[in-house]
């Protein structure tokens, strides 16, 4: 047989499976990417024109100055303590390729957001997977795995909740490497000081990722923040694609960093369409757990149809429902994975989008009984 081209680890894995992406100009309501259902700042789209001219042919400021200037006015600290990525996963990519030898451990609990293990496979180290503690605290075992670098993402995906920073806090000194803590959906909380940033003052180990793509309806754009002590930054800037963002990318994300209130009003309305989704929800028959993100995760709860009781029974139920809301034209996330095959992911959309949806779950929810009825 003729010998692999690539290497084992990468050949034994799968690649992370993003949400599907229909065709532009597809009518169908988008609730499984977590996407902003609102427009960025104007700012933004100004900034996206004016960057499009001739200067393209230049290249793009490999640090991304104006970028981490903007951001540094926006969050305070100083620019040599923020390193830009083009989307916070390139960020995660570099703190696995700037900690991580081949074989060496990376600890996360589970569930949480899928590309943290691919990751770790492509590195050729080793994931240690622990689950959530009870009520999704942090697990014990997360501090005494020796691993080279470790993982909380808060607010948790695909879970929606989130671990206190105090805990955080007392994780970051008890570990022997650094903490990536990935707020992707911070924004979201219900608090809007409830945050980790300033846990980077305190501890050398310790990096706090940021990205545009949620809260600043900037998904497109592909930008990501990461926080922490410029000794912490300069090791990953070693690492980093030279050009990491492009022109366009650091155009719009200083434009949307320089106007963060538009920002706040947004993801104030998508907190008050998650309590009315999540409460809706709840009317239904989810088991549908806190979330201080723009998606909420809902389990099937009560069933609407009498089936065999099995071990496979969540699975079935939440794939069907998955499928017949496809039917219908609403795309939610459903994951076919050990720990989360039970739910469903559904991102908060605009108010419509929202009714849409809990109208195609009555819609099925009828059906069911009618079928029930005459079977
Ligand atoms: C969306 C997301 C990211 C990264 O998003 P980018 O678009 O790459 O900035 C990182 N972590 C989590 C948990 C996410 O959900």
Redesign the pocket.
């Known amino acids: 047989m003729a010998r692999s081209y690539f290497r084992p680890n990468v050949e034994a894995m799968t690649g992370y499976v993003p949400g599907e992406q229909p065709a532009a100009g597809a009518k169908v309501v988008k609730l499984n ?2 996407e902003n259902p609102y427009p960025p700042s104007p700012e933004v789209i100004e900034a996206a024109r004016r960057a499009a001219d001739e200067t393209l042919r230049l290249y793009p400021d490999p640090t991304a100055r104006c970028l981490r200037e903007a951001a540094s006015r926006a969050y305070g600290f100083p620019a040599e303590w923020i390193v830009a ?8 990519a570099m703190l696995v390729r700037a900690c991580v030898s081949e074989g060496e451990p990376v600890a996360y609990p589970v569930p ?2 899928s ?1 943290y293990r691919t990751l770790v496979r492509a590195q050729g180290a080793r994931a240690v997977e622990i689950p959530w503690a009870e009520g999704y605290g942090i697990p014990e075992g997360l501090a005494s795995a020796g691993a080279r670098l470790v993982f909380l ?1 808060r607010p ?2 695909p879970t929606g909740t989130m671990v206190p920073a105090d805990a955080v806090r007392a994780l970051a000194r008890s570990l022997d490497c650094v903490l990536c803590v ?1 707020e ?2 911070v924004d979201f909380a219900d608090s809007e000081d409830d945050t980790c940033l300033e846990l980077v003052r305190e501890f050398d180990n310790v990096v706090v ?1 940021r ?4 809260s600043f309806s900037l ?1 497109g754009a ?3 923040l990461g926080f922490a002590k410029p000794a912490l930054v300069n090791e990953l800037l070693k690492v980093k694609d030279s050009y990491n963002l492009n022109r366009m990318s650091l155009a719009v994300g200083t434009a949307a960093l320089d106007d963060i209130d538009h920002m706040r009003e947004n993801a104030a309305r998508i907190r008050k369409t998650r309590a009315r989704l999540a409460e809706r929800l709840a009317e239904l028959g989810f088991d549908v757990l806190p979330s201080q ?1 723009n998606f909420v995760f809902a389990r099937i709860g009560h069933p609407t149809r009498r089936e065999p009781q099995g071990r496979s029974r969540g699975r079935t139920k939440a794939r069907e429902l998955y499928e017949a809301l496809k039917a219908r034209g609403i795309l939610v996330r459903y994951f076919d994975q050990e720990d989360v095959r039970e739910g469903l992911r559904i991102t908060v959309g605009a108010d419509a989008e929202v009714d849409a949806l809990l109208d195609a779950l009555n819609d099925i929810h009828h059906q069911d009984t009618k079928s029930a009825k005459n079977d």
């Open positions: 990417t977590n990525g083009n989307g916070s996963d390139e960020l995660l949480t957001y590309l993402c948790n995906a990935d992707a959906y990722l990205t545009l793509s949620k998904a592909r930008v990501g993100a």
